[in-house]
């Protein structure tokens, strides 16, 4: 297979602006004359299915949850980046890219992440005309801050809910056309598979989640917005629900998967307190621009927070600012979360469990007054007074790194189309341009460049060049589709073995969190590999799940989301043995400098992997999309 | 700790309704509500009971899914959702009752899960501002003074979880329209609409079969996102100066 990226030719700056000319437009009057069915209403299904329905197009729109406003960009709390150069700090187009290049540890496109920063200036507009309150100064401008290691202030934000407000500034858009009668919304609605038909996607089967119906539904094109896949990991800090259940049916389909080894672990997560966790809270990254990460010199076993007070400066090891004095508290994620970990690892962790590091404020609230710490961080510092009862103004706060987001996802090309015609892939749940390591606030700034700034233009040059003939879901393909999704589900409810769901995906997550985190070795992968094969087998012969297919039944749709985490599993798996080199969130023990830090091989790995499925129980096959660098120069990154 | 749960189940929107009690006997004071509630369905799956359903995603506080009324109270004691109440504000030995949201506008789908798509009529309705994408001013092309986006802001926090009609005796959705009102009504990328906005939704939150406010404020006492009775009395100028000064009155005057 020929992986084509379709980047444009010509200068870094120009690719997307003479990309857009070239081209071909769907007349104004034919629009209408097209369906487009877009899976997921987080920030980029939301932002898309608003933007094509105002074009004209016919949307069908569909979420899971109970309205397409939870969904989980909902959570995102520190912000969204944007070149716009407010604050006449520096930043510019080129620095916003030249950053997320390099923070991307060299593994994206240059000309996709461009691109990004080109158009992530529209996005703060946008967002404003629709009226979502993005934090100001008392001027009345915009305010902004740095974040997550960049030497700018570029970051527009809400208080920390800046996923929030987007996400219902996009919901509202969605509104207006679901009343114009251009979107038709489907809540409570899962997808469980693509229909393909002529080699091209043509439509998809759902599953209504409180009457159990399976239908199928036809469409020109499927946009495929559908989040992450973090919760293989079973503990992360996804939504219960988030699933890679669409985008695995898709892969099965067809399409290829890029990358899927790359996960970010975040340095900021209250850690875990038992085996009843059922998800990890994330402490937004901006704490890291007032808090002091430490631990003790010395190992001093089960340390509360509240003794931690009494702990004299020259016993603790501020360990961050120790090893990287220039970026100290403010590394990337990567490495904020990999040191952590290795502190913890020298037994040097506090709290009960030894897995956690301190998070201290208490020199900022010293030097900017108690009130400036609660007006930037007042929501995060109640939430982990709810969730752990310790109150972080008087004691610092615990932390430990969780999975938080998935760099990898289905492969696309320049126009966000996967390996399948007709299929695309908006934000999270595409591989596209965070490379090996997304940098803070760059996840919502990707997910609505796809919805409102890049897929209306794109879709445009591939429906312009197919008929507007509607197509019967009674063809044998949509009846074909409908009928495996019905014996997957009638299969699995018979199985009626001995271990739950939740069971068997908290062993999927331990095992993947193990040998797949955030550190990685050739002989723990190999036996993640068995682990994840044994599951599987206990999962299709031992599985219990009550009820039946007909009613709202979530362990049900549970099952059907774990078995598709448990497939995955082994491809990342298989993604990470492969990558033989160190690079962002990917840490390979195998691959380390002499210093201990992260060592890329560029000669041999400065490629996108991309896996093509070849069937049940068979080995997926690799295919290489080589990445080409001619503006930046590839350079071990480094933060000290 | 040992705690006895109430819990309200019911299969299906048509079949009647009614408590079973259960008994957990290793609760940890660290879990959260919803994490009680995983313990008590993996318990049941055990015993080959139907688990009970009810909602939840984000687990964070934020989406607005979960929904249980708790010893009377939605979302339970605290000022939070369900799933940032944790185990440790009740005693061991403690009874709790778990009912669903009770309101004629939501009606219960099964045990705890209640559809509550009339709000998503509500802001279809008019909540939002008519802008394409593209084509918009720069975004530092209108200063908005600090206070009002703060307080646009704080309005804006709502998470639509519908806890203030749970709270309300007349089930009055005036909390969460008033939020969504009084966001758009502050903000001067709201304002051209304000008029229309304000009556489409108050005549859809009345269509929905929503009661009237009689203003006992527990819809705020109860909204974990703080969200304030001040947004009621806003809703209530913005709609009664929507309904004296239609734009058919203003617009009509000038012309001929």
Known sequence: MNLDSKIPAGPLNEKWSKHKFNLKLVNPANKRKYDVIVVGTGLAGASAAASLGELGYNVKAFCFQDSPRRAHSIAAQGGINAAKNYQNDGDSIYRLFYDTIKGGDYRAREGNVHRLAEVSVNIIDQCVAQGVPFAREYGGLLSNRSFGGAQVSRTFYARGQTGQQLLLGAYSALNRQISNGKVKMYNRTEMLDVVVVDGKARGIITRDLVTGKIEAHAAHAVLLCTGGYGNVFYLSTNAKGSNVTAAWRAHKKGALFGNPCFTQIHPTCIPVSGDHQSKLTLMSESLRNDGRVWVPKTAIKGLKAADAVRIPETDRDYFLERRYPSFGNLVPRDVASRNAKYVCDEGRGVGTTGLAVFLDFSDAIKRDGRHVIEAKYGNLFDMYRQITGDNPYEVPMMIYPAVHYTMGGLWVDYNLMTTVPGLYALGEANFSDHGANRLGASALMQGLADGYFIIPYTIGDYLAGMSWEKMSTDRAEFKEAITNVQQRVGKMLQIKGAKTVDQLHRELGLTMWEYCGMSRSESGLLTAKKKIQELKTEFWSNVNILGSANELNQELEKAGRVADFIELGELMVDDALNRSESCGGHFREESQTPDGEALRKDDQYAYVAAWEYKGENQPEELHKENLVFENVKLTQRSYK | ?256
């Not at chain 2, 899960?113 to 593209?134: E, H, L, M, P």
């Not at chain 2, 304000?194 to 269509?207: F, H, N, Y």
């Open chain 2, 1 to 256: 700790m040992k705690i006895t749960v109430k819990v309200w189940r019911q299969a299906n929107s048509q079949a009647k309704g009614g408590f079973k009690t259960y008994q957990l006997d290793h609760v940890s004071t660290d879990m959260s509500f919803l994490e009680m509630f995983d313990v008590l369905n993996a318990q049941l799956i055990r015993k080959g009971e139907d688990p009970i359903a009810f909602d939840h995603d984000c687990r964070e506080g934020i989406c607005g899914m979960c929904s249980m009324v708790i010893n009377g109270r939605p979302h339970g004691p605290l000022q939070t959702t369900t799933c940032q109440l944790h185990m440790r504000t009740f005693k061991d030995g403690d009874t709790i009752t778990v009912e669903p949201w009770r309101a004629n506008a939501f009606p219960v789908l099964k045990d705890l899960v209640v559809d509550r798509t009339a709000f998503d009529r509500i802001q279809q309705s008019g909540g939002y501002v008519s802008v394409n994408t593209g084509g918009v001013p720069d975004a530092n092309e209108i200063p908005i003074p600090k206070k009002v986006a703060d307080e646009a802001f704080d309005a804006a926090t709502c998470i639509g979880c519908g806890a203030c009609v749970a709270a309300c005796k007349n089930a009055s959705a005036m909390l969460f329209v008033g939020a969504k009102v009084s966001q758009y009504a502050l903000l001067p990328q709201g304002k051209p609409e304000r008029k229309e906005r304000a009556e489409r939704m108050v005549a859809q939150m009345d269509a929905e079969g929503f009661g009237a406010c009689t203003n006992t404020r527990a819809c705020e006492a109860e909204c974990p996102k703080g969200i304030k009775i001040t947004n009621i009395a806003r809703l209530n100028r913005e709609y009664l100066g929507a309904v004296f000064t239609s734009y058919e009155v203003e617009t009509g005057g000038g012309g001929e």
